[in-house]
């Protein structure tokens, strides 16, 4: 039987990516961040499972005005880094895994969730930044992939409670897979940031940090939220931070934080990342 | 039909009043996405944007990099990012240029070192007013 380990919430900030993908990690800017992040990436590099779910977001690069579902599932062999406006990131194609991913959608939509089901999508920073922030530059990602993209930007978007509820549906998924694979979970995205108008800049540490310790002692509590609460306190970007919910969702009621890191600012951005392990 | 987060001071997210106002500004932003749009766009501006429905105060706010206005004619700002791409630039200038008040690059990246833009005093329209 499939088992799920833990799960790891991530900002995907682009700059993040651009500062691996240019080696810029050193830098003043950066150092501090990486340093940080170091005992993050040696826990991926001693708990590596078969397959990671990524919740991730599209920002108007696969999905846009024209069509975007509140869920879409990932059901290609490959995925390919997306062009943005600026050219792909110069990094692996993502490997998926069919068989993992459609076994995910018939479980989940069994349990009343509608899924959008997609084998084309290339993947933007959403997604390929947490792999940068996690395995750094391999030559191949350590990991298959299954892609959960959620509709964070373009109202109406899935209350916090129905993205808690979705986690908790793969993490059903998971359980009744036969295969004996060991699977991670990551939410990304946020955490506190507004990146338009007049009020852009503001960011929230209050706010995040609460919702970081919701995750692991009451994270129903992160549920209860609103999408204009998060607005309003995280700022209009900030929202993402549903997705973690999702991640939250799939994992047991017991988990066990083994490591958090806040640093204000990346971009303009209060970056946020936390491990949990499932008991 | 107004919404409770219209209450949010300098915030324009995208629902469906931006969607309807915004979908022809924000599918030009879209189309940069691809290597032969942004072609066409850097050798003729206004010939590319003439090809989308889109109105003349928003093409002028494009050909002018008017990042803010853009906002307030309908455009988002994961769409937005294109054109700021398509220049080159970090988005740390459009960040400052819509920024209130105005900032440069150099002064919006040290209001983020700083620790950024507190949340007090930054919840609610009736604060900005009043403050």
Redesign the interface.
Known sequence: MAKLTAGMGTSHVPGLGAAIDNGKTHEAYWKSLFEGLEPLRNWHKANTPDVNIIVYNDHATEFSLDSYSTFTVGVGESFRPADEGWGPRQVPEMQGHPEFAWHLIESVMADEFDLAVNASMDLDHGFTVPLSVAYGQPSEWPTAVVPVCVNVIQHPLPTALRCYKLGQAIGTAIESYPDDITVGIWGTGGLSHQLGGERVGVVNPEFDQLFLDNLTKDPLANTRLSHTDFMREAGCEGVEMIMWNVMRGALGDNVEEIFRLYHIPVSATAFGAIILENK | ME???DK?????????RT?RKG?HV??F??S????AC?DKFSKNERAYLDTFKMTEEQKLAVIERRY?DL?KLGA???????LV??D?QP??VM?GQ???PRLTFNE?QQ???E?????SG???VEEWNNG
Request: charged share 20%; proline share 8%; hydrophobic share 40%.
């Open positions: 919404r409770d987060y949010i001071p300098g915030t324009y997210p995208l629902d469906s969607y979908y924000n599918m932003l879209m940069l996405n691809k290597a942004r803010l906002l988002n700002v994961y769409y937005a990012f294109k791409s398509f080159r988005p740390q960040y819509m920024a209130e919006f209001m983020m070192i620790g950024g833009r507190p949340i930054n919840r609610s």
